[in-house]
């Protein structure tokens, strides 16, 4: 090759190595804009729109951190090419270089600080709970289950309020998974106490995760999403689990999400609350006939002690204040002395 091609072939590779760059780049970014799995770089299908932005947030920290790889890459790339050694001269050396020195202290504290803020603005929407709430639920994780209760108001600090009644339960086993059931479009407000152990109500479709703490209730609350169950369908459903290793069945502390149509969700209610309803009436029938049981007396009639006791204080005054019996052994004892 000569001298003269080799010069030819280096200001045309200068010139393409940043377009090609910018354009990986571009199409990197551009990838966002679709939601598919690949575009998701492992996070589930967002079913919550505070879901969403945390994909949002995923995704554009991954978008930096590609930038910030394809410069590192590029510069690295392009001095191997056009830097090479090509004889035995040392370069000329240079001991300082402040725009350079500048642009590698400066660029990290950027990236970073943008990065800070839009975690910092992302963290506080999610846990924003001054919305108010269509469906409250405590979640109760205990060794080794959950509890869903379902209340007519939030329970924030896990302490019986009296504006806070609960409708109706749903109680699991780790061989019997609870199902916790929401509605389309709805917001949900969650409550989360333990009575035991640290556990972690996680929901992968939420892209969310929050500590379920002894003595430390937690809340939060999401908007689900309107497009959730397929068309033609009356739920869809998702697996939910504990994520901090809480004791020897930790692996069995599963739930599933169910999310309902608002047609499905209504008659599903209504069933919960009247089989809710029949069960506290089976319960009070049944206590009262332990009652029963244990005193079988008829309504209206006292006590065998209070009966005795009632004619013993009405005869004891008349006992104490007759003085026949005494008249009467006086002259028997007179008798006897004589």
């Not at 910018?22 to 079913?47: K, Q, Y």
């Not at 930096?64 to 090419?81: K, N, Q």
């Not at 302490?159 to 086993?173: A, L, M, Q, Y």
């Not at 929050?210 to 459903?237: L, W, Y």
Request: proline share 9%; glycine share 6%.
């Amino acid at each position: 090759m000569s001298p003269t091609r080799h010069r030819n072939r280096r200001p045309a590779l200068r010139r393409w190595a940043p377009r090609g760059a910018a354009l990986a780049a571009l199409g990197i970014a551009a990838t966002g804009c679709a939601s598919n799995e690949f575009t998701r770089l492992g996070v589930p299908e967002p079913i919550t729109e505070q879901a969403e932005r945390v994909l949002m947030l995923w995704q554009g920290s991954w978008v930096a951190a590609f930038a910030v790889g394809i410069l590192v890459w590029g510069l690295i790339i392009w001095s191997i090419i056009f830097h090479r050694k090509r004889s035995e001269q040392l370069p000329p050396q240079v001991r300082y270089n402040l725009p350079i020195e500048a642009l590698y202290t400066v660029l990290p504290i950027v990236v970073i600080a943008v990065l800070f803020y839009f975690t910092a603005r992302d963290q506080t929407y999610l846990l924003e709970t001054e919305e108010p709430a269509d469906t409250n639920v405590e979640v109760v994780g205990f060794q080794w289950s959950w509890q869903f209760n379902y209340l007519t108001e939030p329970n924030p600090e896990g302490e019986t309020d009296p504006r806070s009644e609960r409708e109706f339960s749903i109680e699991g086993t780790p061989d019997d998974v609870p199902t916790l059931v929401v509605r389309e479009g709805d917001v949900v407000h969650f409550d989360l106490v333990s009575p035991d152990v640290i556990h972690s109500f996680w929901i992968p479709s939420f892209a969310f995760k929050m500590d379920v703490i002894p003595g430390h209730p937690n809340e939060f609350q999401v908007k689900v999403k309107d497009d959730v169950v397929p068309e033609g369908e009356d739920s869809a459903t998702f697996a939910g689990r504990c994520a901090e290793l809480c004791g020897v069945d930790h692996a069995r502390m599963l739930f599933n999400l169910e999310v309902m149509t608002p047609e499905a969700y209504d008659a599903w209610y209504a069933e919960q609350l009247e089989t809710a309803q029949s069960e506290a009436e089976q319960q009070a029938a049944r206590a009262e006939e332990q009652e029963l049981v244990e005193d079988p007396r008829p309504e209206n009639q006292p006590p065998a002690g209070d009966a005795e006791g009632g004619t013993e204080t009405e005869d004891q005054p008349a006992t104490e204040g007759a003085p026949e019996p005494q008249t009467a052994e006086t002259p028997a004892e007179e008798e006897g002395g004589n």
